[in-house]
């Protein structure tokens, strides 16, 4: 079983829908939690983290965390062609090492 | 306006070749980390260091050394090139302790092993 795991995808939506990714992870013990967004050709850059149980809201992105069921999600809402990337989930521990999940690509259709 | 800096943005190396890949962060931050990113793979920790002259192997760290003489500074040194390490390579750093704040990650090299 990987340590961090994503819904495969790739995930189409079209623009303006709620494009929903998730993630779950095995390590009981980890601490903070992110999501990156990887462009073609590019690197990760942060769009959220999120440490506590609960909701956390920015602009069009809702970052939600579940630490008992080990499951983090990110909704994106009013979707747009320019969100279209790959997604990555990252679980970091006590040490500050993150791991990855493989990544779920999203696309939004015009 | 924080920065992570890889050395190269493309290389390619033959064969046996002892490669040398660097990576500066000006954000004063104690973690750095190499990672390498192939398709249908994601992103793989090949090391990663949580202060200067400390280190510790991440998931693939076989045919890879590092090195990090000074804080911000931190290099992925491949022994003798092979083609499967043909991949990006991505360089990122954090802050440590109980912080544990995002990871920043340097724009990449794409090494080309032939």
């Known amino acids: 079983q990987k340590e961090v795991e994503q819904n495969s995808g790739p995930l189409s939506v079209p623009e303006g829908a709620i494009a929903s990714l998730n993630c779950t992870y095995s390590?009981?013990?980890?601490?903070?939690f992110f999501w990156y967004r990887q462009y073609s050709g590019k690197s990760p850059e942060l769009i959220m983290s999120i440490y506590s149980n609960g909701d956390k809201e920015d602009g069009r992105f809702t970052a939600q965390l579940n630490k008992a069921s080990q499951y983090v999600s990110l909704l994106i809402r009013d979707s747009q062609p320019s969100d279209s990337a790959t997604y990555l989930c990252?679980?970091?521990?006590?040490?500050?090492?993150?791991?990855f999940g493989d990544g779920t690509t999203l696309t939004v259709k015009p | 306006d924080v920065k992570v800096t890889q050395s190269s943005r493309y290389l390619v190396k033959r064969t046996g070749e002892k490669v040398f890949l660097e990576c500066v962060q000006d954000?004063?931050?104690?973690?750095m980390f190499w990672y390498r990113q192939d398709p249908g793979l994601g992103l793989r920790l090949i090391y990663f260091?949580?202060?200067?002259?400390?280190?510790e192997k991440g998931d693939i760290p076989e045919g890879y050394s590092v090195s990090r003489e000074k804080k911000e500074r931190f290099s992925l040194i491949l022994e003798s090139a092979s083609t499967n390490q043909t991949s990006m390579y991505l360089c990122a750093s954090s802050f440590g302790g109980a912080r544990n704040t995002e990871a920043f990650f340097g724009q990449g090299t794409r090494l080309t092993v032939v």
């Open positions: 990252a679980v970091t521990g006590n040490a500050g090492k993150s791991t």
């Open positions: 260091s949580y202060d200067v002259k400390m280190k």
């Open positions: 390590d009981r013990v980890s601490q903070s």
């Open positions: 954000m004063d931050h104690e973690n």
